[in-house]
């Protein structure tokens, strides 16, 4: 007898899916074309729309684009962007981040490896991770994945918002007992990362064809 599924807009969902191995192995049968899933907080998490052009796709492109050159240029570790995935089966915690950091120091102490059975998919909790929130992933990204990667020991959380009325990057580090403190901003927008010892601020402005786009400022203390 085949194992039972659901299928919603096209997309075959097994009825395992719920538990975390199942979950995984669900997983292990999608290709980059597929829709973003994770496993969060108990809860399984599909993201069938189309992300926003304009209050996601830019916004990830801009921080992703200035961190990674960040991390490049001082040599810090390795940045991902999706397909890139990770899992750590200590929190049962299995999700594609919009960005995330690995530092070099944690390749080498073994916090963090690559699966062998599968190259796009880190095993163990990266230090910083990227979430944009789009419409659908509202819930998601400020409480599932918010109290995931705060379990799972990781060094920092951005957040980034551009649905209202300005850009908000919101930037949550790990205090000494494990619980995410927020930066607040300044009267400028400047909000601090622990994790690279500077200050950001994400400002909108319109391209030349009229259209929403972002650029990500740092300032060096």
Same mark, same amino acid.
């Given at each position: 007898?085949?194992?039972?599924?659901?299928?919603?807009?096209?997309?075959?969902?097994?009825?395992?899916?719920?538990?975390?191995?199942?979950?995984?192995?669900?997983?292990?049968?999608?290709?980059?074309?597929?829709?973003?899933?994770?496993?969060?907080?108990?809860?399984?998490?599909?993201?069938?729309?189309?992300?926003?052009?304009?209050?996601?796709?830019?916004?990830?492109?801009?921080?992703?684009?200035?961190?990674?050159? =960040?991390?490049?240029? /001082?040599?810090? !570790? +390795?940045?991902? $962007?999706? *397909?890139?995935?990770? &899992?750590?089966?200590?929190?049962?915690?299995?999700?594609?981040?919009?960005?995330?950091?690995? =530092?070099?120091?944690? /390749?080498?102490? !073994? +916090?963090?490896? $690559?699966? *062998?059975?599968?190259? &796009?998919?880190?095993?163990?909790?990266?230090?910083?991770?990227?979430?944009?929130?789009?419409?659908?992933?509202?819930?998601?990204?400020?409480?599932?994945?918010?109290?995931?990667?705060?379990?799972?020991?990781?060094?920092?959380?951005?957040?980034?918002?551009?649905?209202?009325?300005?850009?908000?990057?919101?930037?949550?580090?790990?205090?000494?007992?494990?619980?995410?403190?927020?930066?607040?901003?300044?009267?400028?927008?400047?909000?601090?990362?622990?994790?690279?010892?500077?200050?950001?601020?994400?400002?909108?402005?319109?391209?030349?064809?009229?259209?929403?786009?972002?650029?990500?400022?740092?300032?060096?203390?």
């Amino acid at each position: 007898m085949e194992a039972a599924t659901i299928t919603i807009e096209g997309l075959e969902i097994p009825m395992s899916v719920g538990t975390f191995e199942g979950f995984r192995g669900w997983v292990a049968t999608l290709d980059e074309q597929s829709p973003r899933v994770s496993f969060a907080h108990g809860r399984v998490h599909i993201e069938l729309s189309l992300q926003d052009h304009r209050t996601h796709g830019p916004v990830s492109g801009e921080i992703n684009r200035v961190v990674s050159t =960040l991390v490049r240029d /001082f040599n810090l !570790g +390795r940045y991902y $962007i999706p *397909p890139s995935w990770f &899992t750590d089966v200590a929190f049962d915690l299995s999700t594609e981040p919009d960005g995330f950091l690995v =530092l070099w120091e944690s /390749f080498e102490n !073994g +916090r963090v490896r $690559i699966n *062998p059975e599968r190259s &796009t998919e880190l095993l163990g909790s990266p230090d910083w991770v990227l979430e944009v929130v789009s419409n659908s992933s509202v819930k998601k990204d400020l409480h599932d994945l918010y109290a995931a990667y705060e379990a799972a020991g990781i060094r920092e959380y951005w957040i980034a918002d551009a649905r209202g009325a300005s850009p908000l990057p919101r930037i949550f580090s790990a205090s000494d007992s494990g619980r995410f403190i927020e930066s607040s901003p300044d009267t400028a927008a400047w909000a601090r990362s622990d994790a690279f010892a500077r200050a950001f601020r994400l400002t909108s402005f319109s391209d030349r064809a009229g259209l929403p786009d972002y650029r990500l400022e740092i300032r060096t203390p």
